[in-house]
């Protein structure tokens, strides 16, 4: 089946590093993604990652992919306020197009 | 160059009336999707149109539900007889073919039912 599941809350403290988990199901995912959404605006592409690949770096984020567990995480180095949002997980799989499946969302909160 | 576009941002309707929203994709992209945001809760998805493909509807809650594609662009949803529990947020995306490619959001019709 479809499903990808992330916490629904994060919380750190400004300067800290914030790490966002995500599982999923389907063992035919291609790409894995992660999007962010501010207070009021659709979602936004942060990055994402090849399902034959381990790790991705970009600037303060670093994504790792556990394909043998199905396990996505986001690390944000150096978090700041304005990294405040909802993080989706997504999972592109094939369906002869392809389709995107989303988390549910985490919410991260940084404290000042 | 031009984003994915929605509207209205905003709609205010009636229990039991009919509302159309409306998605402009980006041009050249041959995939489209509905999404709808509950209040607290996450993304859930509703209908994915990929070029001339038939339409994957198994998101689409109830058959209130309908959504078309007119010449590979422009998207309509329409709810039929709305009920509360249809108030949401809902989200249009369209991304060019091909596995890598990202989806692009509008900002989404906030649509509250009364």
């Known amino acids: 089946g479809e499903d990808v599941e992330q916490s629904l809350f994060l919380s750190v403290r400004e300067g800290d590093s914030s790490v966002i988990n995500c599982t999923y199901t389907?063992?035919?995912?291609?790409?894995l993604y992660w999007y962010k959404q501010e207070p009021g605006a659709g979602l936004q592409l942060l990055t994402y990652?090849?399902?034959?690949?381990d790790m991705k770096q970009d600037q303060r984020l670093t994504v790792l992919l556990n394909k043998k567990d199905k396990h996505l995480s986001l690390r944000i180095a150096d978090t700041q306020t304005g990294d405040s949002a909802i993080y989706f997980c997504?999972?592109?799989?094939?369906?002869?197009?392809?389709?995107?499946?989303f988390g549910a969302g985490t919410r991260l909160f940084v404290k000042a | 160059g031009a984003g994915v576009s929605q509207s209205p941002s905003n709609k205010v309707t009636e229990k039991g009336k009919d509302v159309e929203l409306r998605c402009d994709p980006i041009?050249?992209?041959?995939?489209l999707y509905w999404y709808r945001q509950s209040l607290g809760q996450g993304l859930e998805f509703l209908i994915y149109?990929?070029?001339?493909?038939?339409?994957?509807k198994s998101g689409l809650p109830s058959d209130r539900f309908s959504a078309e594609r007119t010449g590979g662009s422009v998207s309509t949803l329409t709810i039929q007889r709305t009920q509360q529990e249809d108030s949401a947020v809902y989200l249009c995306?369209?991304?060019?073919?091909?596995?890598?490619?990202?989806?692009?959001f509008g900002n989404g019709t906030r649509l509250t039912v009364t």
């Open positions: 995306a369209s991304s060019r073919t091909g596995v890598r490619s990202p989806l692009h």
């Open positions: 389907d063992s035919s995912s291609t790409y």
């Open positions: 990652i090849f399902s034959n690949m």
């Open positions: 997504a999972e592109s799989i094939d369906t002869g197009g392809f389709k995107t499946i």
């Open positions: 041009s050249g992209h041959t995939a």
């Open positions: 149109f990929q070029g001339n493909s038939a339409p994957d």
